[in-house]
């Protein structure tokens, strides 16, 4: 015999539910985007060749535009600092990491994803933050970045059941909002991508930000 559960709740007192563990994704606005944006297509313009990216275990239709320590180039500094800015910031309001002035680039990359482009979702390691700078970047066409949950815990229930609504707690992927001249920053280890990109000419800016990167890698 099944019982009904009672439409009551007289016996429960002070119901709360928590978050844990929040993820934090910062939002930046360039204010000197179309300055930059104009050092960057002419940078574009004068590359005598544009070839795939490396990645194409998990990329279709997406070629890399330059080396990939690009940041590092002299008529990118202005572009580069920006950015360092934007991880400072981030990394002040949200994970506070005692950091002084030793943020360094580990990787940055210039990529172009043409019509039909994707990125699957994917991680970054050895790195304390990742992040993107939308060059050329129209909502209303071009894809979105997603980021996805994480469920890689042997725990994780196999039982799949619909949902009445969704919420915070449920969503298996979701995004911020953002537009062309953003940054967008966030751990490494939150699984991020983008698929059925419509439109051709969508133009990003991906770096990876660590700690004492030279010393490092000396």
């Given amino acids: ?70 940041l590092e180039l002299p008529e990118l500094s202005v572009i580069k600092e920006m950015i360092l800015e934007a991880i400072s910031k981030t990394n002040k309001d ?33 790195v304390l933050y990742s992040g993107t700078y939308f060059i050329n970047f129209e909502p209303n066409k071009h894809a979105m970045m997603k980021f996805r949950r994480h469920c890689s815990s042997t725990h994780y229930p196999v039982v799949v059941v619909n949902n009445t609504a969704q919420n915070a707690f449920n969503q298996l992927d979701c995004t911020v909002p953002y537009n062309e001249g953003d940054v967008i920053i966030h751990p490494p280890n939150m699984q991020h991508g983008y698929e059925g990109n419509g439109h051709p000419n969508r133009i990003s800016l991906t770096f990876n930000v660590a700690p004492f990167w030279n010393e490092v890698l000396n």
């Fill in 1 to 70: 015999m099944t019982e009904e559960l009672s439409d009551s709740l007289e016996q429960i007192a002070n119901p709360t539910v928590y978050g844990l563990f929040m993820q934090p994704v910062g939002r930046y606005t360039n204010k000197n985007h179309t300055e930059h944006k104009a050092i960057i297509l002419d940078y574009i313009s004068s590359l005598e060749e544009i070839s795939d990216n490396n990645r194409h275990y998990i990329s279709h239709k997406v070629q890399q535009l330059g080396p990939s320590n690009i």
């Fill in 94 to 126: 949200a994970l506070a990491y005692d950091l002084g002035d030793t943020i360094k680039l580990a990787d940055s990359y210039l990529e172009l994803g043409n019509e039909g482009s994707m990125y699957a979702p994917h991680e970054h390691s050895n």
